[in-house]
């Protein structure tokens, strides 16, 4: 934008401008200031839609035309749009390929909603999405001696996987009593946790069966056999009394 206030304007002194004043600004233009998946990310579900936020309002047209996604070195994939306020989303209408790296470009030229310069510069990130699930390691792990005397047994997987489909795919010898069980699974390592009632120096069996699957159906195909044996209690001593604090006196009758 340029500004003009023109010469011969009077200030209430009676002062005189002798010349035109001129000056230029320019507003900002549109940027891409938040995504999701964000760059670099992994274990994007195969699901997802692609989210793009914007510093402004844009032209939706130009913001979907300027959108690509595709995986390294194939074709674009197909979806469908949406706007709202200063967010595009895009929706695959197929579920994205399973442990693939997606390129989502927007490219420069979107418009904003209110006309002028369009986005300087186009922006372009990758993530990753989740891979076929696999068994990584157990806890304790196969001809471990010296598990803790009240371990529980972990199963770390390589994906989110679905939790129910776990317990009828593991058999444990000596049996489990159900009033000793206890599960679950944790997001953030993803990790699948059984307290059983472990006791010290015992040797355990754990039969994993194959068909233990992701969120999507796909089972790890995997049989394996974990065994292993917990080690004895350490030694412990300690005085029979009421408190934890008391004076004692070996002189004295105990």
């Known amino acids: 934008y340029t500004a ?7 200030d209430t002194t009676g002062g005189l401008l002798s010349e035109d004043y001129v000056w230029s600004f320019s507003t900002f233009p549109p940027e891409v200031v938040w995504v999701a ?3 670099n990310q992994e274990l994007v579900p195969p699901d997802t839609a692609v989210t793009v936020d914007f510093n402004q309002k844009v032209d939706s047209v130009s913001a979907a035309s300027a959108f690509r996604l595709s995986p390294q070195g194939g074709a674009d994939v197909v979806g469908e749009f949406t706007y709202s306020g200063n967010t595009l989303v895009f929706t695959p209408t197929e579920k994205l390929q399973f442990d693939t ?3 989502a470009e927007v ?3 979107v418009r904003s909603a209110s006309g002028g310069e369009g986005m300087r510069s186009s922006f372009r990130w990758n993530f990753r999405t989740v891979p076929l699930p696999r068994i990584v390691r ?3 792990q196969d001809g471990e001696r010296n598990a803790s005397p009240y371990t529980a047994f972990e199963i770390e997987f390589n994906t989110p996987i679905d939790a129910t489909t776990v317990m009828p795919n593991l058999e444990v010898t000596p049996p489990l009593s159900p009033t000793q069980v206890y599960t679950y699974f944790n997001e953030w390592n993803r990790r699948f946790v059984l307290q059983f009632g472990a006791q010290p120096d015992t040797d355990y069996e754990v039969r994993i069966g194959p068909d233990i699957a992701d969120r999507y ?3 790890t195909g995997q049989r394996m056999t974990v065994r ?3 080690a004895n209690l350490d030694p412990l001593a300690r005085l029979h009394v009421p408190d934890r604090v008391g004076t004692y006196d070996a002189d004295q009758p105990a």
């Open 101 to 103: 790296v997606y390129v």
């Open 107 to 109: 490219a420069a030229g």
């Open 228 to 230: 292993f044996h917990t």
């Open 138 to 140: 157990t806890e304790p």
């Open 217 to 219: 159906g796909n089972t």
């Open 4 to 10: 003009r206030v023109e010469a011969g304007l009077r």
């Open 37 to 39: 998946p964000s760059e």
